[in-house]
């Protein structure tokens, strides 16, 4: 791999892939609407486009190749197509941004339960998609025109959520800071089991899917999974403090109506491991706990 082209790349995972694909001397491009700064300098070219408008895709890709595309911005079946078509003959492979959202909810998910060969899209636009179902549609209908569609080798890398010292959800330091500072929290299904990567995992992971021979589906991330319940009982055995839980509380950013793992037994048969959940889990308490 000597160029890839990043649509994204200004934030959080993003910008890790980027800094590893410098490193690595890769040429990268970056291709955004440029609302967002990045710190690179030089060491990158960029592009700015709107995934809205097909003509900017067309603009911005005319007379140029890559060997590695990143999507890290699509949200609709609409934008799947038309970057597709923007990027026809100008890429080799196609790594996509996928989420363990395209699973119904439930636990330990392997990546036949869902096939976006099965799936038909509806075109859409992004405005079309509402609320978690219109996103978990916007991802099912993305893989799905991408798979059926592409010349090209297609990855949809089906993230669970992402933590790290560097996510700006701040979705885990809630937990953190509510249970430190006695902030009573709302958690409604305290049992459901979740997924989890490290940030610069998720990084890494998608720079190797791009340097690897497979293609299809796969599920990335830490082997073990946990619920909420266990969650707020590792903050507490750490920080020495007790959750206060009660129906008047502020929600907890992991409210879901389901529980949402997946099964990474195929990365790991790829060579792929990852940090266990525990010490993942262990090192971001501490350290939001340290700034509290």
């Known amino acids: 791999m000597k160029s890839a082209l990043i649509l994204g790349g200004t934030q959080f995972v993003g910008k890790r892939l980027v800094q590893l694909l410098v490193d690595e001397g890769v040429e990268v491009t970056i291709a955004t609407r440029g609302l967002t700064a990045d710190s690179f300098g030089n060491q990158v070219t960029r592009l700015f486009i709107s995934r ?37 003959g100008k890429v080799q492979k196609y790594i996509f941004i996928s989420s363990q959202a395209v699973y119904d909810f439930g636990s330990n998910h392997m990546e036949e339960s869902f096939n976006p060969l099965d799936f038909e899209p509806i075109l859409k636009t992004r405005k ?96 073990e999974d946990c619920s909420l319940s266990e969650l707020n009982t590792l903050i507490e055995d750490l920080i020495g403090s007790k959750a206060i839980l009660s129906i008047d509380g502020d929600p907890s950013p992991y409210n879901l109506p389901g529980a949402w793992s997946v099964n990474t037994s195929l990365a790991q048969s790829m060579g792929f491991s990852f940090t266990s959940l525990d010490r993942l889990l262990k090192n971001l308490i501490l350290h939001y706990s340290s700034f509290l």
């Open 128 to 223: 079309d998609y509402k609320g978690y179902i219109g996103y978990q549609e916007a991802k099912r209908a993305a893989e799905a025109i991408l798979f059926q569609n592409a010349d090209f080798p297609v990855v949809a890398v089906r993230f669970p959520i992402i933590i790290g010292k560097d996510d700006y959800t701040n979705r885990l330091k809630f937990h953190v800071e509510h249970i430190k500072e006695g902030k009573p929290m709302f958690i409604e299904h305290p049992n459901f089991r979740y997924s989890f990567i490290d940030s610069g995992e998720a990084a890494s992971f998608l720079l190797s899917m791009a340097k690897s021979d497979y293609h299809g589906p796969v599920n990335p991330g830490s082997e």
């Open 52 to 88: 809205e408008d097909t003509e900017s895709l067309v603009q911005a890709f005319q007379d140029k190749k890559w060997d590695v595309v990143f999507d890290q911005t699509c949200y609709s079946s609409q934008e799947a197509l038309d970057t597709l078509k923007a990027l026809n």
